[in-house]
Antibody, heavy 126, light 106 residues
């Protein structure tokens, strides 16, 4: 069964740090690009970070760029999100998601999210 | 940045109704659009990708259409399991979600 399981969430004070993990199973993790998406309480979905299969390319959303770092360990089938300088507005459920690509002509692929974990909750509060 | 706008924000419907949700992009995204279903406390579930391709295992009462800047998700006959929030998402340039459409019981 294809599965993603997030962990590492919790309560942290403003300005603090937290590292989220996402364990993948049931598919060849090293062949897939991956993403983190978050959802603040009662709000919609927000993409925050992307990493390519071999870690050569990373992207970040404007709200987290410079504070969050995405990484992966293909030998451990794991994805990570290091979150620093946390703010109250970072309070959310954080999901990891697998990115599956569709060819768009030439060598370009377009990636949507086809498998999601159940999420881990991060609360930033004093 | 590409903005995605869904309408309506909330939709009241009955079992068996045909339901249509609209998603508009601030610029052309060709057909690089996905639709997701989310139930309270659960992760989003992929329904449609590339605007009209049905994800494996998703019931055929779900369908998607559109290209460019205007897209629709249609549920041909609403079932009890379909009451949820639906999000569109563009993946033409990075990734942006619509604000969501809650389908509630009438």
């Amino acid at each position: 069964e294809v599965q993603l399981v997030e962990s590492g969430g919790g309560l942290v004070q403003p300005g603090g740090s937290l590292r989220l993990s996402c364990a993948a199973s049931g598919f060849t993790f090293s062949s897939y690009n991956m993403k983190w998406v978050r959802q603040a309480p009662g709000k919609g979905l927000e993409w925050i970070s992307y990493i390519s299969s071999s870690s050569t390319t990373m992207y970040y959303g404007d709200s987290v760029r410079g504070r969050f770092t995405i990484s992966r360990d293909n030998a451990k089938n794991s994805l990570y999100l290091q979150m620093n300088s946390l703010r109250a507005e970072d309070t959310a459920v954080y999901y990891c998601a697998r990115a599956t690509g569709v060819p768009g002509g030439g060598f370009q692929y377009y990636y949507y999210m086809d498998v999601w974990g159940k999420g881990t909750t991060v609360t930033v509060s004093s | 940045d590409i903005q995605m706008t869904q309408s309506p924000s909330t939709l009241s419907a009955s079992i068996g109704d045909r339901v249509t949700i609209t998603c508009r992009a601030s610029q052309s995204i060709r057909t690089w659009l996905a639709w997701y279903q989310q139930k309270p406390g659960k992760a989003p579930k992929l329904l449609i990708y590339k605007a009209s391709s049905l994800e494996s295992g998703v019931p055929s009462r779900f369908s998607g259409s559109g290209s460019g800047t205007e897209f629709t998700l249609t549920i041909s006959s609403l079932q009890p399991d379909d009451f949820a929030t639906y999000y569109c998402q563009q993946y033409n340039s990075f990734w942006t979600f619509g604000q969501g459409t809650e389908v509630e019981i009438k």
